[in-house]
Each structure stands twice: as C-alpha cells, then as structure tokens.
C-alpha cells in the first residue's frame, strides 16, 4: 500500500459517522442496496443493518453500482424485524422510518445531528407495519409531483444527503 493510500483510509476514516446508520427492509434488488451503499458511503455512514426474508438473503451486491461501498462498509444482516430493530436500538437514539402518512414528519424538519437510524422498506409495498411499529416515528420526502414516492436508492440519497448537510453545517465534518 502507498503512503498515499494508507493517508487517504485514515482520512476517510476520521470522518466516519458512528452515529448514523440506514436500515433495509426486505429490499428486492440487491442492485437497490448496491446504490443506497455507495450513498451510505459518500456522507461517511460506517454501518448498516440489512433485514432479509428467510427464504431470500442478499447475497451479491452488485459491485458495478455500489462502486465496491459493500467493502467499506459493516454490513449486518437479519432475517427478523423485531430483533433487528432491537438491536439498533441499544446504539442509536431514534429510528425513523419511512412512510407516508398524516403523522409523519417533513424530512427538513428532522434532526440528523442526534445518533439516528433511518429505515427504507422494499421497492413495492414500503416498510412493514411491524417495523414501522417498532420506530420511534416516520418521515417523508416532500413531493409535488403525481407520484408519491422516489426509488428507494433515490429516497435513501436524498435522505442521506440532508443528514449530512445538517451534520455538516453543526461541525460534524472537520
């Protein structure tokens, strides 16, 4: 390894967000979590949970989309909600799901800069109504268009990318 690299790596490093993390439930294309990774990469995100069903675990994370992020990031991989969720509860704060509906709050209006997790269910039917349970509340993306919803790899990106303005603008990045 180069100094050079090994320079790069402990920079990189440095700026690790061990207080932010991304949950994905039931996500149908591992090309999906491919590009969410490379995202969850980009802002500094050191970790995430992904909740499989039994009998579907995601096994490959298509390279070419995630920019090889996979290797970059800890990946931890359950097939229950609940005990996933539990789990994350015992070193983030919140956890935020989201949904769209009458209690859920604006995106703009959140705090990122407190130890959070954001959970995005799959591409068809959103988060259960078991794990949205679980969290502490919902958010959404606001939208003035037809459709009501974004590509879970978009949602996750611009979700990922308010947090890391707001975690910016308080000093996280230094």
Known sequence: ???????????????????????????????????????????????????SKK????????????????????????????????????????????LLSPSSIDLFEMNFTQPIALLFGNEHEGVSIEASSLCDGNFMIPQVGMIQSLNISVACAVTLYEAFRQRKLAGFFK
């Open 1 to 51: 390894m180069t100094p050079e690299r090994a320079r790069r790596i402990r920079e990189v490093a440095a700026l690790r967000q061990h207080d932010l993390t991304v949950i994905f439930e039931h996500v149908d294309d591992p090309h999906n979590i491919a590009a969410c990774l490379r995202s969850c990469d980009a802002v500094g995100i050191a970790e995430v949970y992904i909740i």
């Open 55 to 98: 009998e579907k675990q995601l096994s490959k994370l298509g390279k070419k989309s995630s920019a090889s992020a996979a290797k970059w990031i800890t990946i931890h991989h359950y097939f229950d909600a609940k005990e996933c969720l539990n789990e994350v509860k015992k070193k983030y704060t919140k956890i935020y799901s989201t």
